[in-house]
């Protein structure tokens, strides 16, 4: 808590707490002695000699502490020239060389206050000291105009002058400024704002009891007036050795804040309009022009600031936070002005890029790689097409391009974006599906491009998406065809009906192509299954059910050796799980189990309770329907077997016979 928390800076604070009432008692009851000076010099050395050894050893703050020890410094060195030069101090009105090192001490205080309020209090901004500066001089300032005219109605025998006003209006300045602060944190100051507060208003305090009572002829050295100016001094180096890090939060909201700030240039600009219809100090006149002025760089600031936050939120408005790309109501924007640029002699080109294997991508790295993934792919998709035009992040894994090319020149443009957008590794490989718009020869609306540009894009995807799995899919299809015709149809009906659930709980694009596919191919590991296991009339035995529980393993082993069929593979494994953990084969529960997987699951079960099987009948759809209720949150996703149910009633009463005669 105070100097380094050390034996020694415990032993400091005590000698300094010991000469200090040793001071105030020998004032109270002696008067000016040659001890009084001699415990008024050496507690100042020793104030003095703490906050230089404060700036000396705390590194990180010495912006703080070193005008504070200049500050402290000066004052030392005044007040000795002071007692050095034998001068009367009822010669007040005299400019004296202590003055100069006495004005030195406010100016270094001035820039330590400064840094102060820049590193101590929470949020800082520039409004929040220039409010303090306005309040702090329009405070002085009446402070100034209220003591000229105390000075005036009594009986002077040595008028002070505007230089020795300065002292008590000056200490009045800080420690207007410090109670700002404190007021600012709800009256809650920490340890560090309070003494400041008390040890500047013991300075103020003092400064004017002085300059009253030497106007009056009444002071005299060694008094209770030099305690109160030793206290002061102590109570700052107190606060100064705080160790209390802990930056003052500001409580106080903006309209407070500027109605205590208008009530402070009301009274800079009052004194003013006072200055012309009565006698009013000129150290008061020129605090409250001070004021005045403030509050004039306060509104320039503020604009500055109000102006610089709209701007920033414009641009973030426009910015994709994730790739720093413009966002799509940037692309929105950029292209209603290009379409009406546009023509056929200078055509625009808009080019929507998708990723092809993001998602399996972001699936085994995980969603932190896979925004990385996206923050090098955007910039390199910036650095390619920056000479031709801009480039968009329009969410997810969709990227876009508008410039300024003709047909030609956009085949260029795409190869460079496509060959940006793509990026390979071990064990994955992403790349993009796009689709274009010739501006304006296809579109003269945003709106009409964009759908175009989409449609264009999702036509290449699935005709590279047929190309890659149609064709493992429509072989392993008709291999389970021609070895189980029964077991084949029993596979497009579940595809058919998870094409249905998987739309009514919002999968599209290739998370829904990958659940139809795998409803399709969930029970391909059957193939290795013998046919007397299969086909046996009547319940299997353990060591049987042992067996049939390999087949979601076999399948995903089958499937993985298909590349584009790997996401399909991880949701055949996972196929038969439970939602309560009980499935097989790797235990999985709830959200775990992969969402597909889920889904599946009951499509699979109900198509299985209302087809025929060689040891019973098929049970009616309604009885599959309360089945599949009663299993929700055991066996299967409640949420999945909501929307099933949904789905089924959609379908009407002849449901089943539908259904059994989907592969017919």
């Given amino acids: 808590m105070f100097p380094g928390g050390t034996a020694g800076g415990r032993v400091a604070l005590g000698a300094a707490a010991l000469l200090l009432l040793l001071h105030g008692l020998n004032a109270l009851f002696v008067g000016s002695t040659p001890v009084a000076t001699a415990l008024f010099w050496a507690l100042g050395a020793g104030v003095v000699a703490m906050i230089v050894a404060r700036a000396a050893r705390v590194k990180n703050e010495r912006e703080i502490w070193i005008p504070a020890s200049i500050a402290f410094v000066a004052w030392f060195a005044g007040s000795a020239y002071y007692a050095g030069s034998n001068r009367n101090v009822q010669s007040l009105s005299d400019f004296l060389v202590g003055d100069l090192v006495l004005l030195c001490c406010g100016a270094a205080a001035a820039v330590a206050a400064e840094r102060l309020v820049r590193t101590r209090v929470e949020t800082f901004t520039p409004t ?134 208008s009530l402070a240039a009301f009274t800079a600009l009052a004194l003013l309009v006072l200055a012309h219809f009565a006698s009013v100090t000129l150290l008061a006149i020129c605090f409250a022009a001070a004021a005045v002025a403030g509050v004039i760089a306060r509104a320039a600031v503020s604009f500055y600031e109000n102006a610089q936050l709209f701007a920033d939120a414009r641009v973030q408005a426009m910015t994709d936070s994730l790739t720093g790309l413009g966002n799509r109501r940037k692309l929105l924007g950029d292209l209603r002005r290009e379409i009406r640029l546009a023509s056929v002699e200078s055509p625009r080109v808009l080019v929507i890029f998708d990723l092809d294997g993001f998602k399996r991508y972001n699936d085994t790295y995980g969603h932190p790689a896979g925004d990385a993934l996206l923050m090098r792919l955007g910039a390199n998709l910036e650095r390619a097409i920056h000479p031709y035009g801009n480039a968009y992040r329009l969410g997810g894994d969709e990227f876009c391009v508008l410039v300024v090319t003709g047909a030609s020149g956009a085949k260029t443009i795409i190869t460079l974006a496509a060959a940006a957008l793509s990026e390979k590794g071990e064990g994955f490989a992403v790349r993009s599906s796009h689709g274009s718009v010739i501006l304006p020869h296809e579109a003269r609306d945003a709106t009409l491009a964009l759908r175009i540009a989409d449609q264009r894009m999702y036509a290449q995807k699935d005709d590279r998406r047929s190309s890659a799995t149609r064709q493992a899919r429509d072989l392993l299809l008709q291999i389970l065809h021609e070895r189980e015709p029964e077991l084949g149809a029993h596979l497009k009906g579940v595809a058919k009906l998870v094409m249905g659930v998987a739309t009514r709980l919002e999968l599209d694009g290739e998370e829904l192509d990958e659940v139809v596919r795998a409803a399709e191919l969930h029970d391909v590991g059957k193939m290795a299954i013998p046919d007397e296991v299969l086909r046996k009339p009547g319940p299997l035995t353990e060591e049987e059910w042992a067996f049939v529980r390999q087949h979601t393993i076999i399948g995903e082993r089958i499937l993985s050796a298909a590349p584009a069929l790997l996401p399909v593979a991880k949701l055949v494994r996972a196929s ?59 066996q299967f996703d409640p949420e999945v077997v909501k929307a099933f149910c949904e789905e089924v009633v959609t379908l009407g009463p002849r449901f089943g016979a539908q259904l059994r005669n989907a592969a017919a």
């Fill in 128 to 261: 929040i000291l220039l409010d303090a500066v306005v309040i702090a001089i329009a405070t002085s300032a009446l402070g100034a105009a209220l003591m000229a005219e105390a000075l005036s109605r009594l009986t002077v025998e040595a008028n002070p002058g505007v230089l020795k006003l300065a002292y008590p209006i000056g200490a009045l300045l800080f420690l207007s400024l410090a109670t700002w602060i404190v007021v600012l944190a709800d009256w809650r100051p920490n340890r560090f704002w309070a003494l400041a507060t008390a040890g500047l208003g013991f300075l103020t305090l003092a400064s004017t009891a002085f300059v009253l009572a030497a106007g009056r002829g009444t002071y005299t050295a060694g008094g209770p007036l030099d305690t109160l100016w030793l206290a002061g001094a102590v109570t700052l180096v107190v606060a100064a050795w705080q160790t209390d890090r802990d930056k003052l939060q500001v409580k106080v909201g903006p309209l407070k804040r500027i109605g205590v700030t």
């Fill in 576 to 634: 038969h799980e439970r939602f309560d953990g009980s499935g097989y084969p790797d235990g999985l529960a709830a959200d775990a189990i992969p969402l597909g997987s889920r889904i599946v699951a009951v499509c699979d079960a109900f198509q299985a309770m209302t087809s025929p099987r060689p040891y019973r009948p098929a049970i009616p759809v309604e009885d599959a329907l309360a089945e599949l209720r009663a299993c929700a949150g055991t």
